[in-house]
């Protein structure tokens, strides 16, 4: 994941490569602020800045460290 341009767009299924929930939950925790908005890039496309899941996965693994 560090190898990833912060500037780059990630789909869903990349998303959960790297954080392993379910796409309903990933979806509910989008809508309630858990985890980052999305970017819609079409009319039935969405995806997510690198940068915003990068710093989502430090906050997670800081959790489970502490």
């Known amino acids: 994941m560090d190898n ?3 500037a780059a767009l990630l789909r869903l299924p990349q998303v959960l490569n790297l954080i392993p929930v379910s796409r309903s939950a ?3 925790g989008c809508k309630n602020g858990r ?3 999305p970017v819609k890039i079409g009319p039935r496309t ?3 800045r ?3 899941i990068k710093a989502l996965l430090r906050k997670l693994s800081a959790s ?3």
């Open 26 to 28: 990933w979806w509910a």
């Open 4 to 6: 990833l341009d912060n």
């Open 64 to 66: 489970v460290e502490a």
């Open 50 to 52: 690198a940068e915003d």
């Open 35 to 37: 985890y980052p908005k």
């Open 46 to 48: 969405t995806a997510w």
